[in-house]
């Protein structure tokens, strides 16, 4: 009975591909983004294209708004103005729920921290996503999906039974990042990942990030302040600054530009710093260690 709900599943699916990532050259289109909250104005004419398949850095100084233009894209917040699309579609002008469901099946969001619920195991976080776009999984396949999830993000088996509060930092971060991953998503969005984690283990999850974008063929909407993370993992960096996109392109693009503020970014004693790292150390070592 089980195996044929599986296999229905499967093929509802299969059948229910409205939104085809992999016909798309551009997974996000933004342009002329608004958000103003009273009267602090975040955003106002922001564009932005983030290109399928690449991992794109989002910097900026504290309160620029990287988070609320992450949340913009995911649909919890809803902009002032201008025109979000993801894969074609505009998230807010789609009528029909099942259409919804389908593209937002198509990401997934690591936020800051992790955001695990603390109350549920590390099995049960990523069954969450399964549960709600998928009730009619039967627990076998649930407790399948959850372990090969654990494994791809280099945690021990047994960490799938274990609680949040069991967990180390860098245990967290991989965990939340196996939530994310649970529906399988074309598109992943990263919020300050490597936040709180000490230069190794940080190192090592930037590392797990390259590795499994270049494995699943994902596209990346990565928010960090983390200037090693820049250097390890983006194939281009979008820079926040005067409420808008002020530039996008790789980093020897940015620092062939004379804006201030990317010139103190990229060449300040730390972008320095990062970009000396980044020249020894040019592939950081997976595995080992998987509790940092
Ligand atoms: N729901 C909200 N209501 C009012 N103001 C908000 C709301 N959400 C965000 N803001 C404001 O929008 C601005 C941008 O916030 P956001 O969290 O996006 O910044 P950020 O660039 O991600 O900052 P950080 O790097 O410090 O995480 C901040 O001034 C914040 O206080």
């Not at 029909?96 to 937002?104: G, V």
């Not at 549920?120 to 627990?139: G, H, K, M, T, W």
């Amino acid at each position: 009975m089980a195996g044929k709900q599986n296999s229905e599943i499967r093929e509802e699916l299969a059948a229910a591909d409205a939104v085809r990532p992999e016909a798309f050259d551009r997974a996000i289109c933004i342009r002329g983004l608004r958000n103003q909250f009273g009267d602090a104005v975040v955003h106002d004419g922001l564009d932005l294209d983030v290109r399928s398949g690449e991992i794109l850095g989002v910097v900026g100084g504290s309160g620029t708004g990287k988070s609320v233009l992450m949340r913009s894209i995911i649909g919890l917040q809803t902009p002032t103005a201008g025109e979000i699309e993801v894969y074609g579609k505009t998230l807010d002008t789609i009528a029909d729920e099942e259409e919804s469901r389908d593209l937002r099946r198509r990401w997934g969001v690591m936020f800051q921290g992790g955001a695990l619920f603390s109350t549920l195991s590390v099995a049960e976080n990523i069954q969450v996503p399964l549960r709600e776009f998928y009730p009619r999984l039967d627990a076998k396949l649930l407790d399948e999906i959850a372990a090969y999830k654990v494994q791809m993000v280099g945690l021990p088996p047994d960490a799938g039974p274990k609680y949040p509060a069991e967990l180390s930092g860098g245990m967290v971060k991989r965990a939340g990042l196996a939530r994310a991953l649970a529906l399988d998503p074309a598109l992943l969005f990263l919020d300050e990942p490597t936040a709180g984690l000490d230069p190794i283990g940080a190192a090592k999850f930037d590392a797990l990030i390259r590795e499994l974008a270049d494995t699943m063929g994902l596209t990346v909407f990565l928010i960090t302040h983390d200037l090693d993370t820049l250097y390890a993992t983006c194939d281009r960096v979008a820079v926040l600054a005067e409420k808008r996109v002020i530039a996008v392109g790789t980093i020897p693009e940015l620092l062939a530009t004379q804006h201030p503020w990317i010139q103190d970014y990229f060449n300040g004693p730390r972008g320095r710093a990062a970009a000396s790292g980044n020249q020894s150390a040019k592939s950081p070592v997976l595995g080992g260690d998987r509790n940092s």
